[in-house]
């Protein structure tokens, strides 16, 4: 009797090592993707693709895709958000400018890109998984679902972009200001070829 109560902490522990281990691979290959985010979206699209198509070809799991969608808009509005909210927390770190003559800040998110990449491919993962499954299939009349949601999305976008309009804050990165103040001394100097 004694060894069969022995083996409980021995197993716990076995256990936890290979869920370390997992955990450590698992890690090495997300940082491996880190810099190659054209690659990273394309691959959740390709995935996103194969998600709709199941639910297409088996014409059910409405509420699961209701569901993923609305974590996809809060996804989406975590992304598109600062990371301290002025209207919030007043904070005495950086904050966003609300007049032309404040010193440039640059925008921080709520959630990194990554992050967000990260959430929207496991909730695509668990999504699929969960069309295999029969009891999560709930007939519901899909219209209803699928006008609900696109009037959350606008609202909710709404608010979202008079925020950013309020604040003065852009979520996306355009590329370094160019300037054309000055002509480089090469091209002025050179005679152009009329």
Request: proline content about 7%.
């Amino acid at each position: 009797m004694e060894g069969i109560e022995g083996d409980g902490p021995l197993a716990a522990a076995a256990l936890n090592q290979k869920r370390h281990e997992i955990s450590k691979v698992l890690q090495y290959y997300l940082d491996k993707t880190t810099p190659h985010a054209l690659y990273r979206w394309i691959g959740t699209f390709a995935f996103a693709c194969l998600y709709a198509l199941r639910v297409y070809y088996v014409q059910g799991f409405f509420i699961v895709t209701y569901g993923l969608g609305i974590y996809l808009l809060n996804l989406l509005i975590g992304f598109l958000s600062p990371l301290t909210d002025p209207e919030l927390e007043p904070s005495d770190g950086p904050m966003l400018p609300t007049k032309g003559s404040d010193e440039f800040k640059p925008f921080i998110r709520r959630l990194p890109e990554f992050k967000f990449w990260y959430a929207i491919t496991k909730a695509f993962c668990v999504a699929f998984v969960m069309t295999f499954f029969s009891m999560f299939d709930v007939p519901v009349f899909w219209p209803i679902l699928l006008i609900y949601w696109i009037v959350l999305f606008v609202l909710t976008m709404k608010r979202q972009i008079m925020h950013m309009i309020k604040y003065r804050y852009l979520p996306f990165n355009i590329g370094k200001q160019k300037y054309g103040g000055k002509r480089s001394a090469f091209s002025a100097s050179s005679p152009r070829a009329d």
